[in-house]
């Protein structure tokens, strides 16, 4: 028999799970109290629970410095994860750094813009949740680029690559 329609009888696809209901992060001001956040633009930027991803958060703390040209009172928040010591980053003063955030979906939901590598827990969280993201899958890195090529078929997220991209151009 045709896999496709056997399994589409036999079986009920539910997507993916997550541990949340969305709806009940829709009000971004509400979670940004919440979370201790003020009314300032807010940029969160993650590399999810690996320490491969170090340049990338140094590269969004070049392009802060930047962007603060422009918008004096953005604020960079930079989850280094489980992994990675917030010590170990070349980043500037007015950057904030954090370790690891149980429930990091909740601060995706009170940002304005996340910029995070190419996994599939937060890119899927932070298109559930209807915010803006920029994503840095791993090069060469086959389920990375699985989650990229399910995102773009959802017209998710800004896909970039690390190797070209600048902190002039990232800033942009």
């Not at 928040?77 to 979906?105: N, Q």
């Not at 909740?106 to 996994?119: K, N, P, R, S, T």
């Amino acid at each position: 028999p045709n896999r496709r329609d056997f399994a589409k009888t036999m079986y009920t696809f539910i997507g993916y799970v997550f541990p949340f209901d969305v709806a009940a992060y829709k009000n971004r001001q509400e979670i940004r109290k919440k979370l201790g956040y003020d009314d300032r633009p807010l940029v969160i930027g993650s590399i999810g629970g690996t320490a491969i991803g170090k340049e990338l958060l140094e590269l969004c703390g070049e392009a802060f410095t930047l962007v603060k040209q422009k918008i004096p009172d953005l604020r960079l928040v930079l989850v280094t994860g489980p992994r990675l010591s917030a010590d170990s980053l070349r980043l500037p003063k007015d950057v904030e750094v954090k370790g690891f955030i149980p429930r990091l979906y909740e601060h995706f939901a009170a940002c304005d813009l996340a910029i995070v590598q190419g996994g599939a827990t937060s890119t899927f969280e932070l298109t559930a949740l209807r915010r803006p993201f920029l994503y840095f899958p791993i090069e060469g890195h086959c389920e990375q680029a699985n989650v990229a090529r399910i995102l773009t078929q959802h017209g998710a997220g800004i896909r970039l690559s690390h190797s070209q991209t600048t902190s002039g151009f990232l800033a942009e």
